[in-house]
């Protein structure tokens, strides 16, 4: 069982800290627990029952409704309203409560629902990128667990596997080639997935290496291949390493090569990248800069 702050369920549920204190007080919503030295924590059921609310109340329930309803009734209508609408806040607080049950089917059954709505592409933009941003964060501050992220990623790498393998894209005129890679030690490989399928989606090569690649290992590929750029993500602070050091390497060691860089270690540390090297935080990002390569010589 995790143990969550009251930030964290504000994070995840975007309700805010002063309004779920509020809900306690005078609906009884959650109930928190206190540590020895009384600061007060939540277990996985608050997060549920608070992500549920919030969908709740989104679409309209008055607050003082939804606490008259049981879990059983609370659950169902957020199915309800899980399928019959479109809503992206609350496909991806479905995800969530999947994840910290371990619930595949529900998983799936929300994955491929939104998916059939909005198509591949709008669903990783829309959906899977925000929901993979909330569970990183938890994930950094210990409260999403290995075994939840693992899960969750799971579930999305065989959906991008079999969208990335499903493109066959002709190749467009003034398209480029891509070495996509994480550096030694760096493992969290759904953000390099997302930009695998949309620069394959877009008409460019890519060669994917994945986790942990030595950086003799880059040297080799580069000999024996040319590049137009390469794409790497740091996630998470690795020890003994130096980002900027890392990029400032990669720029001396690989002249005119384009060198783009994300994640979310990256985008917390912006200052440490260096300005000759090309950045972007989501996938959009990355989309508006392969359509300005069209006119480029």
């Given amino acids: 069982m995790a143990f969550y702050s009251i930030r964290d369920l504000e994070k995840l549920s975007g309700i805010k800290a002063h309004t779920i204190r509020m809900w306690e007080k005078r609906y009884s919503i ?5 540590t020895g030295t009384n600061i007060r924590y939540y277990c996985d059921d608050d997060l549920k029952r608070i992500l549920n609310v919030s969908i709740l109340n989104r679409h309209g329930l008055k607050i003082s409704r939804i606490a008259e309803m049981n879990d059983d009734q609370i659950s169902e209508q ?3 309203i ?9 496909q ?3 995800l969530i409560v999947s994840v910290i049950e371990f619930n595949d089917d529900r998983f799936e059954k929300t994955l491929s629902r939104v998916i059939m709505q909005m198509g591949f592409e709008k669903t990783v933009l829309k959906v899977i990128y925000p ?3 909330r569970i990183g964060i938890l994930w950094q501050v210990g409260t999403v667990s290995p075994a939840q992220e693992h899960f969750a990623s799971n579930l999305i790498r065989q959906k991008l596997l079999v969208a990335i393998d499903s493109q066959d894209s002709p190749r467009k005129p ?5 070495l996509l890679f994480l550096p030694e030690g760096e493992l969290h490989e759904m953000g390099l997935l997302f930009f695998h399928y949309i620069l394959k989606k877009h008409g460019h090569q890519v060669i994917y290496l994945g986790q942990s690649v030595p950086f003799s290992d880059l040297q080799e590929v580069i000999s024996i291949r040319d590049f137009y750029g390469l794409i790497t993500s740091f996630t998470t602070a690795l020890p003994d390493f130096s980002m900027k050091n890392y990029l400032e390497k990669m720029y001396a060691t690989f002249p005119g090569k384009k060198i783009f860089v994300t994640g979310l270690f990256a985008r917390e540390h912006e200052k440490e990248i260096p300005s000759f090297i090309e ?4 996938p959009t990002d990355l989309i508006s800069r392969i359509e300005s390569m069209a006119s480029e010589h």
């Fill in 174 to 178: 003034g398209a480029r080639r891509f």
């Fill in 279 to 282: 950045k972007f935080t989501c």
């Fill in 30 to 34: 959650v109930k928190p627990r206190r």
């Fill in 131 to 133: 929901f993979f941003l």
């Fill in 82 to 90: 899980a399928r019959t609408t479109g809503n992206h806040e609350s």
């Fill in 78 to 80: 957020v199915m309800h």
């Fill in 92 to 94: 991806i607080e479905q």
